[in-house]
């Protein structure tokens, strides 16, 4: 575990360069991928249409206050109904409903819809872990690569910033940049119901025992980007990070022909590449 933990540290991105929760965030995370994007677009429209929804209801409140109180207004009207706002208040909510509804169910299909995949990967859930298996890749006795991910102990962060808590693995879910990720969730038999959650990509994923689901995504830019379990699934809940770590196609070729043989190896390959990669900027600028 602390041959990992350096290794993770060497690895990980600047802290701008990763996507996480931050302190009194209200909004939804920045977007890497087109499905998140459209999640964005979907929020800022609804929320336009609740807003200017509580504005109206609230103007409508005040107006009643000061038209019709008993102060203003000691002869209670006795108007029983009027057929044009009786229309108005169920043809508008209806009109708004559909304006709702069709990116809604545009947005659903565009999620539910998975395009040819790149990368396969089934996260597997169980008591308090994930483990990812690459079924593309197959070791030299012709099983798929596989490895279990926990959350990295406090003992074993070297850099709090590199490396947040709660939020970092001692072993990384690697994918490549600008890939399709058809992703199969599912739960060990033993195990609780948990999710498999990363807001940059906007995906959220149930995973079941007995029951295999999937999502997919297509990583925008390289960098590291979590995610955590999202069912509440047991006391260890809280430590079930998923960390998925987006690389170019050339240090995710060299990374998936390392971990055939050796993951830790693998690993190291990709951080020598990844340090290699971000040392260049800073040389040119120099």
């Known amino acids: 575990m602390a041959v990992m933990a ?54 409508l409140l005040l107006y009643v206050m000061v038209k019709f109180n008993a102060k203003t207004n000691p002869v209670p009207s006795k108007v029983s109904h ?10 508008v909510p209806i009109l ?19 395009p040819p995949s790149d990368v396969t990967v089934k996260a597997i859930g169980s008591n308090w872990k994930w483990t990812y298996e690459y079924s593309d890749l197959l070791d030299a006795h012709k099983d798929p690569v596989s490895f279990a991910s926990n959350v990295l ?23 490549p940049v600008g890939k399709v990720v058809h ?14 959650a990363v807001p940059a990509f906007g995906i959220k994923v149930d995973a079941m025992p007995g029951r295999l689901n999937e999502t997919w995504f297509k990583a925008d830019n390289t960098g590291m980007y979590y995610g955590q379990c999202s069912e509440l699934c047991g006391q260890n809940h809280a430590y079930m990070p998923i960390a998925v770590q987006v690389v170019t196609e ?6 998936s022909e390392a971990a055939k043989v ?25």
């Open 6 to 59: 350096a290794v993770v540290a060497a690895v990980l991105p600047t802290a701008a360069a990763a996507e996480q929760i931050v302190p009194w965030q209200i909004g939804l995370q920045p977007a890497n991928s087109v499905v998140m994007r459209d999640i964005h677009t979907f929020a800022n429209l609804t929320f336009w249409i609740v807003g200017l929804i509580v504005l109206f209801v609230m103007g």
């Open 82 to 91: 009027n057929t044009t706002i009786e229309v108005l208040w169920t043809v």
């Open 96 to 114: 708004i409903l559909v304006i709702i509804a069709v990116p809604s169910l545009r947005l659903l299909y565009e999620e539910l819809e998975i």
């Open 153 to 175: 102990e406090d003992k074993n962060r070297k850099d709090p910033v590199k490396q947040p808590r709660l939020l970092s693995a001692d072993y990384n879910l690697v994918v």
């Open 183 to 196: 992703v199969l969730v599912t739960a060990d038999a033993v195990s609780n119901i948990h999710s498999f």
């Open 250 to 255: 050339a240090q995710y070729k060299a990374w």
């Open 262 to 286: 050796n993951l830790d190896d693998a690993y190291k390959t990709l951080a020598a590449a990844v340090d290699t990669e971000q040392a260049g900027p800073k040389l040119a600028a120099r």
